[in-house]
């Protein structure tokens, strides 16, 4: 039904309400000509933007964000995956750490930065600490879910070929999930990111999200909307890259959601 | 089946009931610093002396409060603008690629912003969360409403039925399963960016609360402030849950 | 019921002026002698290039059984939509009692294929029921006889608080019908509405239908894929051919009605026909 010139006419369409919109931010800015210490103007935000990519400090700032982001979200995501295959498997196992498990779940994640900055201090250790955390719980979930959901017959097959409890996991389980825990690691890699760079905005001097509030504090409107922008592209590359390989690697066995 | 299920919550208690005891041998056998750790004793005096004191219940309830509200104000934007969004395919072409390149940002990166425009203030607090809160939903409303069985629009056309009608008939219901599911984050993302606003904007509050509790050294205190953001966590989640599964019952009959 | 019609002088398909009044009790009249109800004229409707049905000519007399069969993508479906007013026609007339198709009425009721996807599953059978009413605008007040009797009749009044989703296939497609019938219909546009059914449940939904139409004097147009189902509900059985959709043959059923489905499907017309259109078939293909 659709041919393929109405979908570039409805990809160009998506461009029409951003630029629209920085457009009107310019043209308002211009009528005005008046210097603010809250908002700038888009030509100002590239300025600023090449200005600290020029410097070096957008980089670094990156890097420190990125290098919480992934430490945090390998431990969590291990030790989610983990213990949601053991609980996958063992339901038994799973209703009786059901309420714990509630329990502690429904803590914010960002809770703990009191706790992590009591324990760690400043720096690399707390801020992994509370990603590792936060990203814990969607992959546990997920791949608890992922897991009991295999067809049970494959459970048997493996039962009568004798193989152990550890044989299963990784012959049986763990390739029969994969698809929806890939899923897994796509949602906790946007919490990591989302979660180290709230660390950073509330408590902790490093990366992405200190530069925000920094260039916030020292009243520079242009660099904190460079920084923000920037934050948006670094989590949509994050973003499409990890869908972008489920889609290489998986193709039509995962189902797409709208979920963070 | 379902008593069966249900008998199950007595042994998971137990198990919990099992882990602070293990919580309360660990500090009590020194494995770790009680600066860190305090016993689930010295945490429950803590809670009791918070609440006799008058200071807590007020915390909680300003904690609760801005939650609240701040879900509240993204819940109707999110569900208007998504559902807007959401039963036009052209307005959906103009601002879907819009809202793909906003989604994976982190909605705690434009505290900055607001503070810029509302400074440290309850009102920075409330649009902050608000802004949160808001994606969730609304991208689960635009999918809602986007995803409608599409037979079911034949058969109001077929019966000849109104426009809003159709909307208030066929459309919100079949949508309110994604929507509900989107409150629910919603709700979630509430509460992290109430604790972080308060503790940004030190606004009174639990948020408030847990960060001088730690700067100082209280860990009990910490460790009560803790236990009540846990439970608010868990009540308001239990409680959207329930009204899930009261308006969605028609999915789990069998 | 018999409102007078508003013919063109181009429609002569009507030999005899109408005479014989309506039979209340659903005892054959001689059907070639009722008015139209649609009536299609060089019918056209061609899909993004594709044609999909070409210069389709038919009448649908009323009170009249018309099944229509074809193989797949035929467009038996589209030629439904057409007459549902779910579709708009390319070219040529589709016409409602005397007047082009514009949109969809609500005395023209339809049966869907897809019985999970038709119902809404956040009501109950009741419910179902009462968003015909509610569309309809019937008073409040007569929701509670009107839903009780055609639930009577579809045999799901024992099951008015379910949700679909707690009904076999069988009784979701009877509650597909029930919602069509509380419409209070001239006439019932059915979808290979016993498709997806088993066979023992579609030969009772079957009977039950011809029930239902005989007392209620409905017009029924009827898309199925199976042969014979179309000549043991049907007074006539139209073949479509596909790659466009045409019209190939036209098969009058002279069987008498009731129908059973012992007798009427050992009946030497029953047999004579379905050797025919199973010839007319493998010639087509």
């Given at each position: 039904?659709?041919?393929?010139?109405?979908?570039?006419?409805?990809?160009?369409?998506?461009?029409?309400?951003?630029?629209?919109?920085?457009?009107?931010?310019?043209?308002?800015?211009?009528?005005?000509?008046?210097?603010?210490?809250?908002?700038?103007?888009?030509?100002?935000?590239?300025?600023?933007?090449?200005?600290?990519?020029?410097?070096?400090?957008?980089?670094?700032?990156?890097?420190?964000?990125?290098?919480?982001?992934?430490?945090?979200?390998?431990?969590?995501?291990?030790?989610?995956?983990?213990?949601?295959?053991?609980?996958?498997?063992?339901?038994?196992?799973?209703?009786?750490?059901?309420?714990?498990?509630?329990?502690?779940?429904?803590?914010?994640?960002?809770?703990?930065?009191?706790?992590?900055?009591?324990?760690?201090?400043?720096?690399?250790?707390?801020?992994?600490?509370?990603?590792?955390?936060?990203?814990?719980?969607?992959?546990?979930?997920?791949?608890?879910?992922?897991?009991?959901?295999?067809?049970?017959?494959?459970?048997?097959?493996?039962?009568?070929?004798?193989?152990?409890?550890?044989?299963?996991?990784?012959?049986?389980?763990?390739?029969?999930?994969?698809?929806?825990?890939?899923?897994?690691?796509?949602?906790?890699?946007?919490?990591?990111?989302?979660?180290?760079?709230?660390?950073?905005?509330?408590?902790?001097?490093?990366?992405?999200?200190?530069?925000?509030?920094?260039?916030?504090?020292?009243?520079?409107?242009?660099?904190?909307?460079?920084?923000?922008?920037?934050?948006?592209?670094?989590?949509?590359?994050?973003?499409?890259?990890?869908?972008?390989?489920?889609?290489?690697?998986?193709?039509?066995?995962?189902?797409?959601?709208?979920?963070? | 089946?379902?008593?069966?299920?249900?008998?199950?919550?007595?042994?998971?208690?137990?198990?919990?009931?099992?882990?602070?005891?293990?919580?309360?041998?660990?500090?009590?056998?020194?494995?770790?610093?009680?600066?860190?750790?305090?016993?689930?004793?010295?945490?429950?005096?803590?809670?009791?002396?918070?609440?006799?004191?008058?200071?807590?219940?007020?915390?909680?309830?300003?904690?609760?409060?801005?939650?609240?509200?701040?879900?509240?104000?993204?819940?109707?934007?999110?569900?208007?603008?998504?559902?807007?969004?959401?039963?036009?395919?052209?307005?959906?072409?103009?601002?879907?690629?819009?809202?793909?390149?906003?989604?994976?940002?982190?909605?705690?990166?434009?505290?900055?912003?607001?503070?810029?425009?509302?400074?440290?203030?309850?009102?920075?607090?409330?649009?902050?969360?608000?802004?949160?809160?808001?994606?969730?939903?609304?991208?689960?409303?635009?999918?809602?409403?986007?995803?409608?069985?599409?037979?079911?629009?034949?058969?109001?056309?077929?019966?000849?039925?109104?426009?809003?009608?159709?909307?208030?008939?066929?459309?919100?219901?079949?949508?309110?399963?994604?929507?509900?599911?989107?409150?629910?984050?919603?709700?979630?993302?509430?509460?992290?960016?109430?604790?972080?606003?308060?503790?940004?904007?030190?606004?009174?509050?639990?948020?408030?609360?847990?960060?001088?509790?730690?700067?100082?050294?209280?860990?009990?205190?910490?460790?009560?402030?803790?236990?009540?953001?846990?439970?608010?966590?868990?009540?308001?989640?239990?409680?959207?849950?329930?009204?899930?599964?009261?308006?969605?019952?028609?999915?789990?009959?069998? | 019921?018999?409102?007078?019609?508003?013919?063109?002088?181009?429609?002569?398909?009507?030999?005899?002026?109408?005479?014989?009044?309506?039979?209340?009790?659903?005892?054959?009249?001689?059907?070639?002698?009722?008015?139209?109800?649609?009536?299609?004229?060089?019918?056209?409707?061609?899909?993004?290039?594709?044609?999909?049905?070409?210069?389709?000519?038919?009448?649908?007399?009323?009170?009249?059984?018309?099944?229509?069969?074809?193989?797949?993508?035929?467009?038996?479906?589209?030629?439904?939509?057409?007459?549902?007013?779910?579709?708009?026609?390319?070219?040529?007339?589709?016409?409602?009692?005397?007047?082009?198709?514009?949109?969809?009425?609500?005395?023209?009721?339809?049966?869907?294929?897809?019985?999970?996807?038709?119902?809404?599953?956040?009501?109950?059978?009741?419910?179902?029921?009462?968003?015909?009413?509610?569309?309809?605008?019937?008073?409040?007040?007569?929701?509670?006889?009107?839903?009780?009797?055609?639930?009577?009749?579809?045999?799901?009044?024992?099951?008015?608080?379910?949700?679909?989703?707690?009904?076999?296939?069988?009784?979701?497609?009877?509650?597909?019908?029930?919602?069509?019938?509380?419409?209070?219909?001239?006439?019932?546009?059915?979808?290979?509405?016993?498709?997806?059914?088993?066979?023992?449940?579609?030969?009772?939904?079957?009977?039950?239908?011809?029930?239902?139409?005989?007392?209620?004097?409905?017009?029924?147009?009827?898309?199925?894929?199976?042969?014979?189902?179309?000549?043991?509900l049907g007074d006539r059985v139209i073949v479509l051919r596909p790659n466009p959709g045409r019209i190939v043959r036209t098969f009058d059923v002279n069987l008498s009605r009731p129908r059973d489905q012992l007798r009427s499907r050992e009946d030497g017309e029953f047999t004579r026909l379905r050797h025919e259109l199973h010839t007319l078939f493998k010639e087509l293909h």
């Open positions: 039904m659709i041919n393929p010139g109405q979908h570039t006419l409805a990809r160009l369409r998506g461009f029409i309400v951003p630029l629209a919109l920085l457009s009107l931010a310019e043209i308002v800015y211009a009528m005005n000509d008046v210097h603010s210490e809250i908002i700038a103007p888009p030509h100002e935000v590239l300025r600023a933007l090449s200005t600290i990519a020029m410097d070096g400090t957008l980089w670094n700032a990156t890097m420190q964000t990125l290098a919480g982001a992934m430490a945090g979200l390998s431990i969590g995501f291990g030790l989610g995956l983990l213990l949601g295959a053991f609980l996958g498997i063992s339901s038994f196992l799973d209703r009786l750490l059901f309420v714990s498990i509630e329990i502690v779940r429904a803590l914010p994640s960002i809770a703990f930065i009191p706790i992590a900055m009591l324990i760690f201090g400043f720096g690399y250790r707390m801020e992994l600490s509370i990603v590792a955390f936060a990203t814990f719980w969607p992959t546990l979930l997920l791949t608890r879910s992922a897991v009991s959901s295999i067809e049970p017959r494959l459970l048997e097959v493996s039962r009568a070929l004798g193989f152990g409890i550890r044989a299963s996991i990784w012959k049986i389980v763990l390739p029969a999930a994969l698809p929806r825990v890939f899923v897994a690691l796509r949602l906790a890699a946007s919490v990591a990111l989302i979660v180290a760079v709230t660390v950073e905005v509330t408590a902790n001097p490093l990366g992405l999200g200190y530069g925000l509030m920094s260039a916030q504090q020292s009243l520079q409107p242009a660099t904190m909307l460079a920084l923000l922008c920037w934050l948006a592209a670094v989590g949509w590359t994050l973003n499409s890259a990890l869908l972008w390989t489920e889609k290489r690697l998986f193709g039509r066995m995962t189902s797409t959601d709208f979920t963070r | 089946m379902k008593a069966v299920r249900s008998l199950w919550i007595v042994p998971s208690i137990a198990v919990a009931v099992a882990f602070v005891l293990l919580w309360k041998y660990a500090v009590d056998a020194r494995m770790v610093s009680p600066v860190f750790l305090p016993s689930p004793e010295r945490t429950w005096a803590a809670l009791q002396h918070g609440f006799a004191a008058g200071a807590l219940q007020l915390k909680f309830l300003h904690t609760l409060e801005r939650m609240f509200y701040g879900w509240i104000c993204a819940s109707i934007f999110g569900i208007a603008i998504g559902a807007l969004i959401g039963s036009s395919s052209t307005i959906r072409s103009y601002l879907q690629p819009s809202l793909e390149l906003l989604r994976p940002l982190p909605a705690s990166a434009v505290i900055p912003i607001a503070i810029a425009f509302f400074g440290l203030s309850d009102g920075m607090v409330l649009a902050t969360i608000c802004f949160g809160a808001l994606w969730p939903m609304l991208l689960a409303t635009i999918h809602g409403f986007s995803s409608v069985e599409p037979r079911l629009y034949e058969l109001s056309e077929a019966l000849g039925m109104k426009r809003t009608a159709v909307v208030f008939k066929i459309v919100l219901p079949s949508a309110l399963p994604d929507i509900l599911a989107g409150m629910r984050l919603g709700m979630t993302v509430s509460l992290i960016l109430t604790v972080v606003g308060e503790m940004l904007a030190s606004r009174d509050g639990l948020g408030q609360w847990i960060l001088l509790a730690g700067r100082s050294f209280r860990s009990p205190d910490l460790f009560a402030g803790l236990v009540l953001l846990a439970a608010l966590g868990l009540s308001s989640s239990l409680l959207l849950i329930g009204l899930e599964r009261w308006l969605l019952r028609w999915r789990t009959v069998h | 019921m018999t409102a007078p019609l508003t013919l063109d002088s181009a429609n002569t398909t009507r030999s005899a002026p109408v005479e014989a009044p309506a039979n209340a009790d659903g005892v054959h009249t001689p059907l070639g002698t009722e008015p139209a109800l649609f009536e299609l004229r060089q019918a056209t409707l061609t899909l993004a290039g594709r044609p999909i049905l070409e210069k389709i000519d038919f009448v649908v007399r009323r009170k009249e059984f018309v099944s229509v069969v074809g193989s797949s993508g035929c467009g038996k479906t589209s030629l439904l939509r057409l007459m549902a007013g779910l579709a708009r026609q390319t070219a040529g007339e589709v016409l409602y009692d005397g007047k082009p198709i514009t949109r969809s009425h609500q005395d023209v009721a339809i049966v869907f294929q897809d019985y999970g996807k038709a119902l809404l599953p956040w009501r109950t059978v009741t419910g179902n029921v009462a968003l015909a009413l509610e569309a309809m605008r019937v008073p409040k007040s007569e929701y509670r006889d009107r839903i009780g009797c055609v639930l009577e009749l579809v045999g799901l009044a024992q099951h008015a608080d379910k949700y679909p989703g707690q009904l076999s296939g069988g009784m979701q497609q009877r509650l597909q019908i029930a919602r069509a019938l509380a419409q209070e219909p001239k006439a019932i546009l059915m979808d290979e509405p016993f498709g997806a059914l088993d066979a023992m449940t579609r030969q009772s939904l079957q009977d039950e239908i011809l029930t239902i139409v005989a007392r209620t004097g409905a017009t029924v147009f009827f898309v199925t894929h199976d042969l014979e189902e179309a000549i043991y």
